[in-house]
């Protein structure tokens, strides 16, 4: 008989875990097995991560996606079939990794990681966060609520044959820590007047003229064209006097001539315009007219299949395809606007056959007035969707190693945790992994350096003022954080308050649009006792962020603070200069002017510490 106190052993792992226990280690195992783990994207990645994980038996996966599935993605995302398309992604990844795994434990998400209920208590529920997503915006949001929460993120890209995983636990750097390569863009004169690449045709059709024939009004000045100064302001103004004309044809679509006046203004008028400006074809051919009714005689739409996107278009059969996709868009805008009003436009897709369509035929078009070779619809694609190919095998191979990096930290070895890089090339054409442990923060990162600290209030009684007053000015010994010297709170891009803007301190924050999902950003500057209370040029500032959860009832002015108190940075910045001004709507916030201390509120809710007066800067962060 076995002696009372004996410690019993752990059970085994099932016979269909036993590998993975038997690798990972039992208990390393068995902690797993009882995990709660988010997955966030269902594409390429996650479909390959999803049934990683219910084959390695995680305890609980909440998988959330509010993507629909494409016909596209059915050559990489075997998650899905075609009988799926149009179906939402997480839904369907759940429903087909539990053939993997019946006894999977799987929740699935049909939602916007973005929604408001998934605020800091909704990420606190997890024990780890695994990315599989396709874009910074998303990516920042994550790594901010994961930080916000204390929850491990394990971060993942690929781009063709390349890929990386990369883990962010708290001590290492976050997915901000390094600088994020910002969009290409080209010269106004160059997308306009002179192009000379593919790209250029392509930036031209997508950004310019479909935004002119079915986007929103200000469509056109998207950051892919430059701003410009100098003779680029010119081109601009020239560019906006062309669009009003286009505006005009837009109006006139739907006639039986819509599309022959687009042609005609665009491919022979505009062209004729600027061949007869000679001094600038000194060094290449001008730009050739295009003939709509010899070209109209020619026009033969491709023919459909495999071959209609992989082979490049004769200029007659882009004519063709012109004509059909216009008349798809102008029916789709006329529908739009009778049911949802005159402000109903289109947007760019790449997986919209009627806006790829019109992309690559005006972008061919254009591109055999200038000479330049044209592309297949599948090459222009991808040029237009900013698209690297994705492979399968890389989206593999990178999930794999996610699921490494998910079992070191569902078992508390993080000093195992390493980076790894895929890539295929270099010396020898093989696929090479290099490894590097996770590294120490960047200093002056103001996301991870920044402090977090939740804040539950009850919103319909709880006023701005006492933010200020009771959390942000009171002593430790009252609860708040005693901060001393001027303080300006913004929720998004909105400026809540200011020490030259206090308009709003007897309202309640319910009343200011501030509730679940709500963050307040806080930046404060310490006195640098001059005696002005400026802070001035030697002063500190910190920020700090407030993840607001709503409990009703509460009570007036009463509140509960959590978080680090210790871990507020401190940094120098800039001299002071003037704050935002009030905005015209006087909707009881201000929009943010982007001068001096104040700082700019940038999309993801950080600030960026760089303006000065002067243009001398004592320290320069940069936090894109």
Not at 54 to 76: A, E, Q, W
Request: aromatic share 6%; charged share 25%.
């Amino acid at each position: 008989m076995a002696a009372a106190n004996a410690t019993e052993a752990p059970a085994a792992a099932p016979p269909r875990f036993a590998a993975y226990a038997a690798v990972l280690g039992g208990s390393a195992w068995r902690r797993a097995s009882t995990a709660s783990v988010l997955m966030v994207g269902a594409g390429g990645i996650g479909c390959e991560l999803l049934k990683n994980l219910v084959l390695c038996g995680i305890g609980k996966i909440t998988v959330i996606d509010l993507d629909t599935i494409d016909l596209s993605n059915l050559n990489r995302q075997f998650l899905f079939q075609r009988q799926h398309v149009k179906q939402p992604k997480a839904l369907v990844a759940r429903e087909s990794a539990l053939r993997f795994n019946p006894a999977a434990n799987v929740v699935a998400l049909h939602d916007s990681i973005f929604n408001p209920d998934f605020d800091v208590e909704w990420f606190a529920q997890f024990d780890l966060v695994l990315n599989a997503l396709d874009n910074i915006a998303a990516r920042r949001h994550v790594n901010l609520m994961c930080l916000a929460a204390g929850i491990p993120l394990v971060e993942s890209g690929t781009a063709g044959y390349h890929g990386q995983v990369a883990v962010h636990h708290k001590g290492t750097r976050c997915y901000d820590c390094e600088p994020k390569p910002t969009p290409k863009s080209f010269a106004v004169c160059t997308i306009r007047s002179t192009p000379s690449a593919p790209i250029h045709c392509i930036v031209w059709a997508k950004n310019y003229l479909f935004a002119q024939l079915y986007g929103k009004d200000d469509e056109d000045d998207d950051d892919t064209i430059g701003k410009g100064e100098g003779e680029d302001s010119e081109e601009i103004a020239k560019l906006k006097h062309e669009a009003q004309i286009l505006k005009t044809l837009r109006v006139n679509l739907s006639k039986p001539t819509g599309v022959r006046e687009v042609f005609e203004q665009v491919f022979d008028k505009d062209i004729r315009r600027l061949a007869s400006m000679a001094d600038m074809w000194r060094t290449r051919d001008p730009p050739v007219p295009l003939d709509y009714n010899k070209l109209s005689h020619e026009a033969v739409s491709p023919a459909p299949g495999t071959e209609r996107d992989s082979k490049t278009w004769t200029t007659p059969e882009c004519l063709a395809v012109l004509i059909d996709s216009m008349e798809r868009l102008t029916r789709r805008l006329e529908h739009g606007v009778k049911t949802a009003g005159t402000a109903f436009a289109l947007s760019f897709d790449k997986d919209d056959d009627d806006t790829m369509d019109f992309v690559a035929a005006v972008a061919n078009l254009r591109a055999a007035s200038y000479g330049i070779q044209p592309l297949s619809r599948f090459k222009a694609k991808e040029m237009a969707g900013n698209i690297i190919p994705a492979i399968a095998t890389t989206n593999a191979i990178i999930a794999g190693l996610i699921v490494i990096e998910a079992f070191k930290v569902l078992g508390s070895e993080y000093g195992k945790l390493r980076n790894t890089f895929a890539t295929y090339g270099g010396p020898v054409s093989a696929l090479l992994m290099s490894e590097v442990p996770a590294e120490a923060p960047v200093p002056t990162c103001a996301v991870c350096r920044a402090g977090f600290f939740t804040l539950q209030v009850d919103p319909d009684a709880f006023t701005l003022g006492d933010v200020v007053r009771k959390v942000l000015a009171a002593p430790a010994s009252e609860g708040g954080l005693g901060l001393v010297g001027e303080i300006s709170i913004s929720e998004g891009q909105r400026l809540l308050l200011d020490p030259d803007f206090d308009d709003n301190e007897a309202e309640t924050l319910a009343k200011l649009r501030v509730g679940k999902g709500s963050r307040l950003t806080v930046v404060h500057d310490e006195d640098d006792g001059d005696g002005d209370g400026d802070g001035g040029s030697g002063g500190k500032s910190q920020l700090l962020h407030l993840f607001v959860i709503p409990r009703p009832g509460k009570g007036a002015g009463a509140f509960t603070l959590s978080g680090d108190r210790g871990a507020i940075p401190v940094r120098i910045v800039v001299a002071p200069t003037t704050a935002g001004k009030r905005s015209d709507d006087d909707d009881g916030v201000e929009e943010d002017s982007g001068g001096g201390k104040r700082a700019r509120l940038l999309g993801g809710g950080v600030v960026d510490l760089t303006a000065s007066d002067d243009g001398e800067e004592e320290v320069v962060e940069e936090v894109l």
